[in-house]
Antibody, heavy 117, light 110 residues
Framework: EVQLVESGGGLVQPGRSLRLSCVAS????????MHWVRQTPGMGLEWVSG????????GYAGSVKGRFTISRDNAKNSLFLQMNTLRPEDTALYYC??????????WGQGTLVTVSA | QSALTQPRSVSGSPGQSVTISCTGT?????????VSWFQQHPGKAPKVMIY???KRPSGVPDRFSGSKSGNTASLTISGLQAEDEADYYCCSFAPTYTYVFGTGTKVTVL
């Protein structure tokens, strides 16, 4: 069974940092591109960042470029998102998603990040 | 990158067909064959229903179909059923390995 489990969310003050993790199981993690997608409570989806299987290609949404860094450790079946200089508008549920046949085949249940003083 | 434009809501009676549009630009929807559609029920993670404009993943009913013309992609749900009531989002690949989601559409089954 495919599982993606996110962790690392929480309440953080504006300007501070947070590191999200996503552990994958049930599929060959190192064959799959991975993404972070966020959703503000009651609002829509926003793609945040993506990384190819070998970290050759990395992309960021304009709203996070220069502040967030995506990375992966294929030996540990893990995906990360280092989030620096957090802003209130970064408050959201952060999903990790795996690209297989489609760009977003599998999704986790999300980890909630709240940026507030 | 601006969000792709979708209608806020569409509705239909059971058995009817509804179509959701997703309008972007030549830099995203119009420029690539990589448009996906997602279904999201309240409190649940999104689920891919259509990928690469018109392909259906295994297990997705053939009532769901996708197409594209120019800068606008469309999702059609034929034979609408109660369980189809959900939020739907489109998503397109865009330059330099980025993606952009649509604004989302609430489908209501009357």
């Amino acid at each position: 069974e495919v599982q993606l489990v996110e962790s690392g969310g929480g309440l953080v003050q504006p300007g501070r940092s947070l590191r999200l993790s996503c552990v994958a199981s049930g599929f060959n993690f190192d064959d799959y591109a991975m993404h972070w997608v966020r959703q503000t409570p009651g609002m829509g989806l926003e793609w945040v960042s993506g990384i190819t299987w070998n970290s050759d290609s990395i992309g960021y949404a304009g709203s996070v470029k220069g502040r967030f860094t995506i990375s992966r450790d294929n030996a540990k079946n893990s995906l990360f998102l280092q989030m620096n200089t957090l802003r209130p508008e970064d408050t959201a549920l952060y999903y990790c998603a795996a690209a297989g046949v489609s760009d977003f085949d599998y999704w986790g249940q999300g980890t909630l990040v709240t940026v507030s003083a | 990158q601006s969000a792709l434009t979708q209608p806020r809501s569409v509705s239909g009676s059971p058995g009817q067909s509804v179509t959701i549009s997703c309008t972007g630009t030549s830099s995203d929807v119009g420029g690539y064959k990589y448009v996906s559609w997602f279904q999201q029920h309240p409190g649940k993670a999104p689920k891919v229903m259509i990928y690469d404009v018109s392909k259906r993943p295994s297990g997705v009913p053939d009532r769901f179909s996708g197409s594209k013309s120019g800068n606008t992609a469309s999702l059609t749900i034929s034979g609408l059923q109660a369980e189809d009531e959900a939020d739907y989002y489109c998503c397109s690949f865009a330059p330099t390995y980025t993606y952009v989601f649509g604004t989302g559409t609430k489908v209501t089954v009357l």
